[in-house]
T-cell receptor, first 111, second 115 residues
Framework: QKEVEQNSGPLSVPEGAIASLNCTYSDRVSQSFFWYRQYSGKSPELIMSIYSNGDKEDGRFTAQLNKASQYVSLLIRDSQPSDSATYLCAVGASGTYKYIFGTGTRLKVLA | DAGVIQSPRHEVTEMGQEVTLRCKPISGHNSLFWYRQTMMRGLELLIYFNNNVPIDDSGMPEDRFSAKMPNASFSTLKIQPSEPRDSAVYFC?????????????FGDGTRLSIL
């Protein structure tokens, strides 16, 4: 059973701080990794995709991938109250076109 | 550009009734996914299509659920007969079919309540 694990939170950080969200996965040959943000009552919104080991930056967001250790993380710099949401980690299941989603980490940015 | 379009946005119906959810993927996308989200089980993949062909329906919970994709711009998810435990938010997502997993883009979802 391929799995994706996330801490459900809530993760509380003060405004302006760095929020660090982590995700581990079991499928050793997965090649595609995605972070989605989901506000309450809304649909998941793609934030980042990452396919290679290392860091990928996009504005205040940085995705980090370590395939050897089977984890992927999302850093949010200068966190804002508007970043308060649930963050879903998705891993492409090898040999298929589908994702395995984690259960999400709820982030609360305190003003 | 238009995103994934789902209808209806909300559906409230009585147990035993037939429910049909509709989805129009992003133009040019050739993979389509149906998900269900609940507090208890999170986001679950029900079925996905590549080039209008169902590839994996292992997530479809029971024979009461069926999905079709008659053409590249339209898909339906049907529940017949519906039960209260089917109450959830149902999302449709689409992506390009190219070189492995591509980013999926979600519609706004259908919030389904079965009384």
């Amino acid at each position: 059973q391929k799995e994706v694990e996330q801490n459900s939170g809530p993760l509380s950080v003060p405004e302006g701080a760095i929020a660090s969200l982590n995700c581990t996965y079991s499928d050793r040959v997965s090649q595609s990794f995605f972070w989605y943000r989901q506000y309450s009552g809304k649909s998941p919104e793609l934030i980042m995709s990452i396919y290679s080991n290392g860091d990928k930056e996009d504005g205040r967001f940085t995705a980090q991938l370590n395939k050897a250790s089977q984890y992927v993380s999302l850093l949010i710099r200068d966190s804002q109250p508007s970043d308060s949401a649930t963050y879903l980690c998705a891993v492409g299941a090898s040999g298929t076109y589908k994702y395995i989603f984690g259960t999400g980490t709820r982030l609360k940015v305190l003003a | 550009d238009a995103g994934v379009i789902q209808s209806p946005r909300h559906e409230v119906t009585e147990m035993g009734q037939e429910v049909t959810l509709r989805c129009k993927p992003i133009s040019g996308h050739n993979s389509l996914f149906w998900y269900r989200q609940t507090m208890m089980r999170g986001l679950e993949l029900l079925i996905y299509f590549n080039n209008n062909v169902p590839i994996d329906d292992s997530g479809m919970p029971e024979d009461r659920f069926s999905a079709k994709m008659p053409n590249a711009s339209f898909s339906t998810l049907k529940i017949q007969p519906s039960e209260p435990r089917d109450s959830a938010v149902y999302f449709c997502a689409s992506s390009l079919l190219w070189g492995g997993n591509q980013p999926q883009h979600f519609g706004d979802g259908t919030r389904l309540s079965i009384l």
